[in-house]
């Protein structure tokens, strides 16, 4: 069974704050993405990483997919209180099982103003 | 706005009753997913449909079940109710299979469900 655990769980910041989130697994996934959700909607993606090492900006938002393709991280340089909301990463599968994706129980940010 | 849709929005039932959850992908995807999202579970994968097939399933109960039409909507079916099954259920789709290299999906909004 894969796994992929975030970090931290809840984190919260004062609004031109750096925070960066992680997301973590025993296993190799065939791609990583990340999801923004905000309270009552469903989740929004924000960005795939397919490649080790590879890293993506989007706006002030970067993602680094792990070497290994185990890990990722999403920074956010300084966080703006619409940035507030439920960050998840899911994994893509390997080995030709890639319709399947394992969600972390997310991260939960709040920045405040 | 994702291009899933997702119907209704919110639910309010009994313990006991049966529900219906509908579904449309967006435009193109084959696949359906379904979700449950509880404040201590996180999003749980219930069942996945390719083209009217069932692909895979996950963590759902046998008083649940799905389909997918010919026009690619899906329902889910959630029956016997109980209080514990009260929660946000989304669907999602997506292009999967030799087209794709990876699996990306899009959310509908969401169902809410409460069971009282």
């Known amino acids: 069974t894969q796994l992929l655990e975030q970090s931290p769980q809840f984190l919260s910041i004062q609004e031109g704050e750096n925070l960066t989130v992680y997301c973590n697994s025993s296993s190799v996934f065939s791609s990583l993405q990340w999801y923004r959700q905000e309270p009552g909607e469903g989740p929004v993606l924000l960005v795939t990483?397919?490649?080790?090492?590879e890293v993506k900006k989007l706006k002030r938002l970067t993602f680094q997919f792990g070497d290994a393709r185990k890990d990722s991280s999403l920074h956010i340089t300084a966080a703006q209180p619409g940035d507030t909301g439920l960050y998840l990463c899911a994994g893509g599968g390997s080995g030709g099982s890639n319709y399947k994706l394992t969600f972390g129980k997310g991260t939960l940010l709040t920045v405040n103003p | 706005d994702s291009g899933v849709t997702q119907t209704p929005k919110h639910l309010i039932t009994a313990t006991g009753q049966r529900v219906t959850l509908r579904c449309s992908p967006r435009s193109g995807d084959l696949s359906v997913y379904w979700y449950q999202q509880s404040l201590d579970q996180g999003l749980q994968f219930l069942i996945q449909?390719?083209?009217?097939?069932?692909?895979a399933k996950g963590n759902i109960l046998e008083r649940f079940s799905a389909q997918q039409f010919p026009d690619l909507h899906s329902e889910l079916n959630l029956s016997s109710l109980e209080l514990g099954d009260s929660a946000l259920y989304f669907c999602?789709?997506?292009?999967?299979?030799?087209?794709?290299?990876?699996?990306?999906?899009?959310f509908g909004p969401g169902t809410r469900l409460t069971v009282l």
């Open positions: 449909y390719y083209n009217g097939e069932e692909r």
């Open positions: 999602a789709s997506s292009v999967v299979g030799g087209l794709a290299a990876y699996n990306e999906q899009f």
């Open positions: 990483v397919v490649t080790g090492g």
